[in-house]
């Protein structure tokens, strides 16, 4: 005899309820702002700045003033991102370390029967970690567009009010990222160590670190690109980076200059991207 | 002091609800070679992952050098656990480390957190010659800066051994040594192992699930079955009907998932 076919699952489970929810918020969302498409075609003196804008394209300022601009510009736009970036990752690794379970918690087996680890530690790495996901989840989620306009109002209009405002979103934002790469890190390699006595620490550092690394520089070098972006943003605050440069051509109207600086950022970009996907490469293989 | 002596009085283990191990006395004596085989879900790998305090029994006692493993401090485990070399079934050997920090990955028990993280950075000279003689010893010497990864699954072996080895351990306990290796492989890392346990008077406990290679290389066989011993002894004084009965599986053994 054979047995009776199993009931069949539901076509209408969670995932497609799911996607119907999503929908509807979609079409609210609209419905909501009463966008109208129709401004997406201008006319009159719209269409016109648009059709010049676009039409400069082909022709960019290349003269020497606005080369010599570009090059202070691109300068001022690397430097901020540095500088940015490396606050940020050294920040970031710190916050990381002290939002990742894995050196205190974790899955049976691994620093739960780790008798060096009392009760009492735990509690207090359970209250270090949460104070460590409430602190990055405070700090990234205000925009460091935000962070400049506070940082600019209370430290004045200087190179450190930049880097500042861009440093601690991104700092939180890679301790968060760089947390949950070292807890998703395979744990037997440092369990394994443990079998040779290492302390939960060792283990850590040695077992778990090290097979994240790769994907934390990864993403570290894509952050950069970000920040990039950003440094050039704030330019429109103020700061001598190519969003200044930007910003002063589009308000007079000399479009070609715009997008001589609009190119060199794409470059910047493009050249981040490249650079980083060769040392990833060189870095993993 | 060369080699250590582990004792299992009246050990047994439940796990889920069901037996692992069951009543299980066996000793153990310094400098012995000993295979435990079985089928897999026969208890093996608990019993050897019992010697190094990775798991307690439920009921029995643990002895090491007379020892109750039951008694020790955190702090006294993890000393021992220094003292012994534990292999994985998996080798566990950090993918994206070098051979040498792999290797040297062996003292992290002996040296603080800021020692060992030089170490691990930045060996110096006398760390690294040392690392190269035992790689030589296993066969590899001229992997010492090779990407772990990158090694074939012969070679990963003879990383995790050369690991016990530079660990200076007094036992090594070795769990399926040769389940990833291709039988030519599997010959010759267990031939390297005994004889290296041999020549330094080291106790070889490991869990072995070919039996051929296990009565070809092992002075002493430990049989176990469902948690339960089904013999003990030399391979020449084991009949061959007790071997055979060790891996005939029930129907519901072959359809239950392994453990």
């Given amino acids: 005899m054979t047995a009776s076919l199993p009931t069949r699952p539901s076509s209408f489970g969670t995932r497609s309820k799911l996607v119907l929810a999503i929908a509807a918020a979609c079409i609210w969302a609209i419905w909501q702002l009463e966008l109208d498409f129709g401004t997406l075609f201008p006319d009159g003196r719209r269409l016109q700045i648009l059709q010049e804008f676009f039409a400069a394209t082909i022709s960019p300022d290349l003269s020497t003033e606005v080369l010599d601009q570009l090059a202070s510009g691109v300068w001022n736009t690397i430097a901020y991102a540095t500088a940015a970036m490396a606050l940020a990752l050294v920040a970031g690794v710190i916050l990381g370390f002290f939002a990742s379970t894995a050196w205190w918690s974790g899955e049976p087996n691994y620093a739960a029967d780790s008798t060096s680890v009392t009760h009492l530690r735990r509690k207090i790495c359970a209250a270090i970690y949460v104070l460590a996901r409430l602190t990055i989840a405070l700090f990234r989620s205000i925009h460091e567009l935000f962070w400049a306009v506070i940082f600019l109002v209370a430290l004045g209009l200087n190179p450190m009010s930049g880097v500042i405002a861009i440093a601690i979103p991104y700092a939180c934002i890679l301790a968060k990222v760089f947390a949950e790469m070292i807890d998703e890190a395979p744990r037997e390699a440092a369990v394994a160590l443990r079998g040779v006595g290492a302390s939960p620490m060792q283990m850590y550092c040695f077992g778990l670190v090290p097979q994240a690394v790769p994907d934390m520089t990864a993403y570290a070098f894509y952050r950069f690109e970000c920040t990039l972006r950003s440094a050039a943003i704030l330019g429109f605050f103020g700061l001598e980076t190519l969003g200044y440069f930007i910003r002063l051509a589009f308000e007079e109207t000399l479009y070609g200059q715009c997008w001589t600086f609009l190119y060199a950022l794409l470059a910047l970009v493009i050249a981040a991207d490249w650079w980083s996907g060769a040392f990833r490469r060189s870095f993993v293989s | ?259």
């Fill in chain 2, 1 to 259: 002091m060369v080699g250590t002596r582990f004792q299992f009085d009246s050990v047994g283990l439940r796990f889920e609800g069901k037996a692992a191990l069951d009543s299980v006395s066996i000793q153990i004596e310094p400098g012995e070679v000993v295979a435990f085989v079985g089928p897999s879900g026969s208890g093996k790998t608990s019993a050897l992952r019992m010697l190094n305090g990775t798991i307690r029994p439920t009921k029995g006692e643990v002895r090491v050098d007379s020892r109750r493993l039951a008694d020790m401090s955190g702090k006294e485990l993890k000393q021992l656990r220094t003292e012994i070399g534990f292999v994985h079934q998996d080798l566990d050997l950090v993918p994206n480390l070098r051979v040498a920090q792999n290797v040297l990955a062996g003292r992290l028990g002996r040296t603080g957190f800021f020692g060992s993280l030089r170490t691990m950075i930045r060996p110096n000279r006398a760390e690294l010659t040392e690392v190269h003689e035992i790689l030589s010893r296993v066969g590899i010497p001229e992997k010492i800066f090779q990407r772990t990864d990158r090694l074939s699954g012969g070679q990963r072996q003879r990383v995790a051994i050369a690991r016990a080895m530079y660990q200076q351990a007094r036992a090594l306990l070795i769990d399926e040594p040769v389940s990833s290796l291709d039988p030519a492989r599997s010959r010759d890392a267990i031939d390297l192992l005994t004889s290296l346990a041999e020549e330094h008077g080291l106790t070889l406990v490991a869990s072995m699930h070919d039996i051929d290679l296990a009565r070809e290389f092992f002075p002493r066989l430990i049989g176990l079955r469902r948690g339960q011993i089904r013999f003990d002894g030399p391979p020449d004084k084991i009949d061959a009907c007790e071997f055979e009965e060790l891996y005939q599986l029930e129907a519901e053994e072959m359809l239950a998932d392994d453990s």
